[in-house]
Each structure stands twice: as structure tokens, then as C-alpha cells.
């Protein structure tokens, strides 16, 4: 659990890092931030898929996880 806490602390960190730099490259500049933008993305959207977290939650209101 804690590697991929840091794994998916330095994609999202690396991409605010590619998002920074992105203005001042004279080629690539859009290449750069499209890159840094999809990097937080997946950086995101691991960390709220990861298993056990409050976004799948085995214990609701009707009892039923699928609901």
C-alpha cells in the first residue's frame, strides 16, 4: 500500500512538474502539457480506484455492495 502511495505521489508530482515546464520549452509545449495533464489524471484516478478505498465501500445502507 505505501509503494503505490509513492508511485501515485510521483506520477501526480511529475505531472504538475510537466505542467510547470511546459511554458517555457521553445518545441513540444503542448506535447509537454498534454503529457503532465494525463499524468495526474491516471495519477487520480488510480489512487481513487485503489482497493479499500471510500469509493467502494463493501458496507452501505442497504447491505448490498452493487447497489
Known amino acids: 500500500m505505501i509503494l503505490s502511495f509513492l508511485f501515485f505521489m510521483i506520477l501526480f508530482l511529475g505531472g504538475f512538474w510537466l505542467l510547470g515546464i511546459a511554458h517555457e520549452l521553445p518545441d513540444f509545449q503542448a ?18 480506484r485503489e482497493r479499500g478505498s471510500a469509493t467502494r465501500r463493501s458496507k452501505n445502507w442497504s447491505g448490498n455492495p452493487t447497489e
Not at 32 to 43: D, E, K, M, P, S
Open 31 to 48: 506535447l509537454t502539457f498534454c503529457g503532465g495533464l494525463l499524468l495526474v489524471t491516471l495519477a487520480l484516478a488510480f489512487v481513487l
